[in-house]
């Protein structure tokens, strides 16, 4: 497994220098297949055979240059090739290839790069070089039969590749999609989160100023505290959006489950009563099943504080086997009909991602509102401690 995963680093690594440098990577092919059309100028050769001269060799070259420019002008770049193995058989009439290299090269490119009104004409000039090729050759139907198999596998091959880049940027369209709409709903969290929580703690500083100036002061801080946090988690998903350009924001590990202890301190300077407890043994979560798991209870608690107009709420992570079980309950007026908005979705969302549950209701005995999600615990994860 070591030796087929730093194959495979050392293949991706290729591969990338080669999509960087396709000028190199356009002249190593076209020296590759001067190489192979050397062969016949170099081996020994009878003296019924053509001679090998220096313009033949020269005409060789002619023919292997223009590939070269093959990913910029394909259709010229074959028609160059035809012309010069036509000037090459009619004028010299050299040592013969075992394969027409430089025209399986070209037809496999076009194949690949250019557009449909290039492949047709292609086809069309295939149609008509190939039987006269093998006319002046051999007019052999064995000849006619492999040249038009070779070529027409140069030309599915290429279809192939064209086909799987395709789907290749389909997928990466696809994934930066879905990291798209990821960061869009961590925004989204931090934003209603911090907005939430400095709304409420603004709208009581007034009242609190006159009649307890201690608690005014513990309310501006909070509110301070609350939005340099939502600074900081704003910039760090801001610097993944301009990842790769400089000055972006230095990476910050995501929030998991060893956050919600603070988390739950923050709710309750806005004046709600939260309670915090563990049950089972507690496990290390993979970070992205701990990030969701986090931004859940934040969520969970943002809707208390905007909606609920309760008094108190509980948070409870329970580990079962195999299961972290969520739960947010608080003491508010309970659901509403036509709830559900974007905070609540993206519960579900987070919970449907890690193959869990989300559910949402009224609380135990039919009072407040209850959310309950269930994510799966990967087994083997070890038992520690974390904050209550």
């Not at 192939?160 to 960061?183: G, P, S, V, Y």
């Not at 989204?188 to 500083?205: P, R």
């Not at 956050?259 to 004046?271: H, M, N, Q, Y």
């Amino acid at each position: 497994m070591g030796i087929r995963g730093d194959l495979r680093n050392h293949w991706e690594r290729t591969r990338s220098w080669g999509a960087a440098n396709p000028w190199a990577v356009d002249i190593g092919i076209a020296l590759l297949v001067q190489a192979a059309m050397t062969m016949p100028f170099v081996v020994p050769r009878g003296p019924e055979l053509e001679p090998a001269t220096w313009p033949a060799y020269g005409l060789t070259a002619l023919t292997v240059l223009p590939l070269v420019w093959r990913r910029r002008a394909p259709l010229a770049v074959l028609l160059a090739i035809l012309a010069a193995s036509a000037l090459y058989k009619l004028a010299l009439e050299g040592p013969g290839q075992p394969l027409p290299y430089t025209g399986l090269v070209s037809v496999y490119t076009i194949a690949a790069l250019a557009p449909a009104w290039q492949r047709l004409t292609t086809a069309a000039l295939l149609v008509v070089a190939v039987p006269a090729s093998v006319w002046l050759n051999t007019q052999s139907a064995r000849e006619l039969t492999f040249s038009l198999f070779v070529f027409g596998a140069a030309y599915v091959f290429g279809r192939l590749q064209d086909a799987r880049q395709r789907a290749h940027r389909i997928e990466a369209e696809q994934a930066a999609a879905r990291e798209r709409a990821r960061i869009a709903r961590e925004m989204h969290d931090i934003l209603s989160h911090a907005v939430s929580l400095m709304i409420v703690q603004a709208e009581a500083g007034p009242v609190a100023v006159r009649a307890a100036p201690a608690r005014a002061e513990a309310a501006f801080e909070a509110i301070s505290e609350t939005g340099r946090e939502a600074m900081a988690q704003l910039r760090h998903m801001l610097g993944l959006l301009r990842e790769g350009d400089e000055g972006a924001a230095p990476r910050e590990p995501q929030p998991d489950l060893g956050g919600i202890p603070d988390l739950v301190e923050r709710v309750r300077a806005s004046g709600l009563a939260v309670g915090y407890e563990t049950e089972g043994g507690v496990r290390a979560l993979p970070a992205a099943t701990g990030a969701s798991a986090y931004r859940i209870v934040q969520e969970a608690l943002t809707n208390v504080v905007k909606h609920a107009q309760a008094r108190a709420a509980d948070v409870r992570l329970a580990y079962g086997d195999g299961v972290l079980r969520v739960t947010v309950t608080d003491d508010g007026r309970g659901p509403r009909p036509g709830s559900g908005g974007h905070g609540l979705v993206g519960i579900r969302e987070r919970a449907a991602a890690h193959g869990g549950t989300a559910a949402m209701g009224p609380g135990p005995g039919g009072r407040g509102f209850e959310v309950r999600v269930l994510l799966p615990v990967p087994p083997g994860t070890d038992t520690v401690e974390v904050g209550r």
